[in-house]
């Protein structure tokens, strides 16, 4: 951790905002912007007309969303290291 760059990131009021891309539901590749939930499911009508449970998936949802039942995923507070406490409060 570089002290002076934790500092100018304090003296500009910088956080770490809660989203779906560190949410513990989220799933998204490495460079994906929009990824699915695992704690919404939607029926897909687009290409089959009519609901079936086949046809059910994970919410598409994106990186820099977040809905209220947010739940901060552990590995993405440990990556943050020395900066932890940039992380945005609930």
């Given at each position: 951790?570089?002290?002076?760059?934790?500092?100018?990131?304090?003296?500009i009021?910088?956080?770490?905002?809660?989203?779906?891309?560190?949410?513990?539901?989220?799933?998204?590749?490495?460079?994906?912007?929009?990824?699915?939930?695992?704690?919404?499911?939607?029926?897909?009508?687009?290409?089959?007309?009519?609901?079936?449970?086949?046809?059910?998936?994970?919410?598409?949802?994106?990186?820099?969303?977040?809905?209220?039942?947010?739940?901060?995923?552990?590995?993405?507070?440990?990556?943050?290291?020395?900066y932890?406490?940039?992380?945005?409060?609930?």
């Amino acid at each position: 951790m570089d002290a002076n760059r934790l500092k100018v990131l304090q003296d500009i009021d910088y956080r770490v905002v809660r989203t779906c891309g560190n949410c513990r539901f989220s799933d998204f590749g490495p460079t994906a912007f929009w990824g699915r939930c695992s704690k919404f499911a939607f029926q897909v009508l687009k290409h089959l007309g009519a609901a079936s449970d086949e046809a059910q998936r994970g919410l598409s949802v994106r990186y820099d969303g977040v809905c209220p039942q947010h739940d901060q995923r552990s590995t993405a507070v440990e990556r943050l290291r020395g900066y932890q406490e940039l992380l945005e409060k609930k």
